[in-house]
Structures are given as C-alpha cells and as structure tokens.
C-alpha cells in the first residue's frame, strides 16, 4: 500500500558507508566506518528550545530515510551508543553533554505528500524531521483537517509522535494512521498506529527504533475553516504561553490535576534558580530567562518537586525528557 522502499537508494548507502570496522574513541570508530558528515563536540544548546546542554561526542544528521537506514547497522556493529533527538522542544540535556552519538532529524528529512485514500478520509505521509508548523500549514492550504490541534507545538513529526504529543484534548494517536519506522539492522517498516501502544505523552516502543515518518488520516475541508481553528488555537498559545525559550509544560498533569495550578497554588511564579525561572504566565513553563545552564533548571525543577510534594502530596513527573543527568529522565 505505502512505500517505504521508495526511501532506500543504494547509491547513498554505498556513500556514506565504510567497511572498516574501526578501533578506539567512539569518534576513531565512527570516522573509520561512517563518510557522511559528522558534526563533533557540536554544542546541544543550539538544538533544543531551552538553549541548554554542553556538546554531544558526535552529532549526525541523515539527509534522507535511506541513509538513516544505512546508518543505523553501523552503529551497532561499532557498538557505539547512540540517541535520536527531533527539534529538542521537548529535552533537558546536561551540561557535560552526551556521550554518544546523537543522530538529529531535521529538515533534509522533511517530505510531505499525500499517500492515498481510505473511505472518506486522505492519508498524508510527512517524515519524521518535518516541524509540525510546517505540515500543520501544508495541511490546511490543502484542505485537509484533523490536525489543527497541533498549531503551535514546535517538535518535529517524530518527535510528535514519540512524545504522543497533543492540545486541546487531542493528540497524535488520534491522527495517526501508521508509523514508518527504521530499526538497527536498516529494515524500514510500516507499523499500522493500531498495533502500537500509546499512552498520555508517550508512546510504548522497542528499543534501537527511529520513527521515519508518520501517515496521518485527515478529513478533506475547506482550507479557511481550518485556518480559523489553527488562528484559534495559536491565538490562545499566545495570551497564555510565554514568550521565552521554554521546553513547553515541563511537567506531566497529575490525573485529575493541572501540572501548573499545583505549582502556583505554592507560590512559586517567578521562582528563580541563576538563569531558570517559573514562568509568570504558566506556572509549569519553566524559562530561560537568559544564561541560564542545564543545571539552573535541574535545581529549579528539583525545588519545584519538592514544595508541591511538601503541600499537596504529589510528586510531579517532568514531561521533558532530561538526558545526561544519570537518571532515569528518560
Ligand atoms: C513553546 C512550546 C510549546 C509546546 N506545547 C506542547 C503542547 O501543546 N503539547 C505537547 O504535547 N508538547 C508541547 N511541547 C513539547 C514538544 O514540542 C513536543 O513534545 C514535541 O512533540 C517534541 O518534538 P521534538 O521533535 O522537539 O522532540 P525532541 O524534544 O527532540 O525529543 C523528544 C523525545 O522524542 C524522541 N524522538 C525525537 N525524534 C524521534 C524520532 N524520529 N524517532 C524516535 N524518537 C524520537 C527523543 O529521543 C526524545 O525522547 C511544547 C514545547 C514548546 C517549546
């Protein structure tokens, strides 16, 4: 039905693949069997939205699904240890940074296109490094409705889909009609979204996988309607969510409880801990109020759990995932 072979070239994968099987630092190792470019020691401020984390060992950025399937199997063979990370709207990454190699999906992996019919409803295929504004307003201009819900949330379509990300009582299980899914021995395969296990801003998955792409289901529309949701939705981020970089709601909703309502009904609105600060709008954003280092939010974060524990007995859970803090942030 949908193509996944379509992304696999070989002229990329016999480009960028070595056949040494390499020795030594986790660089050595990577440089003698992986040709396509890599980025060493890059700073992992520059890629997430809170403007914090120290260099990763190693950073690649697949250009397409096929060198992202070429990719992977190398890293197993050389045993190196290796992340994904989207747009980073959604990490907490240590000052020390990571060390592993980080594969970050972007904008050279970005196609959308539409990818058939089922009844009623059209299948739109976007890969994983799309940024959801940008399919979001693809979507509209082509009169396809469904995920409006998503205006404003800055993750990529992977990253979405990993987080289960979601507004206004929806979220990506909702939309999804399969996943396109690399695994560590390069297999590129269509999940259906109804195998898979998704929970409230997680999804349940196998480890050593990377989401490629996601097929959405989507209603055609009139393309002004659902401009006016998305201008709806946006226009109510902008009246409650601050301006400064953030990582969005940094902690999980308690069930039955608002993440933010707990943290102000203790005071701690404009709490301050170097360059982190709970934002005054939203109490469960907590911003970078300028120079503010991964450990500034680790402590503010750490506070903030303890006094809502002190007064309410509840222990929040960060929804943003902390990576390089050697513990279980996930
Ligand atoms: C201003 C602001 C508003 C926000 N509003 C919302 C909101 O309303 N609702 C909401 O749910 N979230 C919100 N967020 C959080 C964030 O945007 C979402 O969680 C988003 O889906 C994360 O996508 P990302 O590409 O940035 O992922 P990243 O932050 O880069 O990664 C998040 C997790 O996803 C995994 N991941 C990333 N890409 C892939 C991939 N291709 N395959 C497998 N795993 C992958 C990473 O390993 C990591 O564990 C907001 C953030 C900001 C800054």
């Not at 992340?83 to 050279?108: K, M, Q, Y």
């Not at 399969?178 to 929970?199: C, H, K, M, N, R």
Request: proline share 5%; aromatic share 6%; hydrophobic share 45%.
């Amino acid at each position: 039905m949908l193509i996944a072979d379509c992304f696999i070239k070989e002229d990329v994968l016999s480009a960028t693949v070595a056949t040494s099987s390499g020795s030594g630092s986790l660089q050595d190792r990577l440089a003698a069997a992986w040709q396509g470019p890599v980025e060493w020691d890059g700073r992992l401020a520059r890629y997430t939205t809170l403007r914090v984390g120290g260099p990763a060992a190693a950073l690649v950025k697949p250009a397409s699904v096929a060198e992202l399937a070429a990719l992977l199997p190398v890293l197993r063979r050389q045993g190196l240890p290796w992340r994904v990370i989207g747009r980073g709207s959604n990490l907490l990454v240590a000052d020390a940074g990571l060390p592993e190699v980080v594969i970050v999906i972007g904008p050279a992996m970005a196609a959308i296109r539409q990818a058939g019919q089922e009844g009623s409803e059209r299948l739109v295929q976007a890969e994983a490094g799309c940024s959801l504004p940008k399919l979001v307003s693809w979507c509209t201009a082509e009169g396809l409705g469904g995920l409006e819900f998503a205006a404003g949330i800055p993750g990529s379509v992977g990253g979405a889909i990993a987080m289960n990300a979601g507004a206004w009582g929806r979220e990506m299980r909702d939309v999804l009609h399969a996943l396109v899914v690399v695994d560590e021995t390069g297999g590129v395969q269509i999940l259906p979204a109804a195998s898979q296990v998704f929970a409230y801003r997680r999804w349940e998955h196998a480890p050593g996988v990377v989401v490629a792409a996601g097929i959405f289901r989507l209603q055609p529309e009139s393309p002004e309607v659902i401009g006016g949701r998305c201008r709806g939705h946006l226009q109510a981020r902008r009246e409650k969510q601050p301006l400064e970089p953030s990582a969005g709601s940094f902690f999980k909703n308690p069930p039955g409880q608002a993440a933010g309502r707990l943290i102000e009904a203790a005071g701690l609105k404009g709490l301050r801990v170097g360059g982190a600060r709970v934002s005054e709008q939203h109490a469960n954003f907590l911003v970078n109020a300028g120079g503010a280092t991964a450990r500034d939010f680790y402590e503010l974060m750490k506070v903030v759990q303890e006094q809502v524990a002190e007064r309410t007995g509840i222990r929040l859970e960060p929804e943003v995932h902390l990576l390089g803090f050697g513990e279980a942030g996930r």
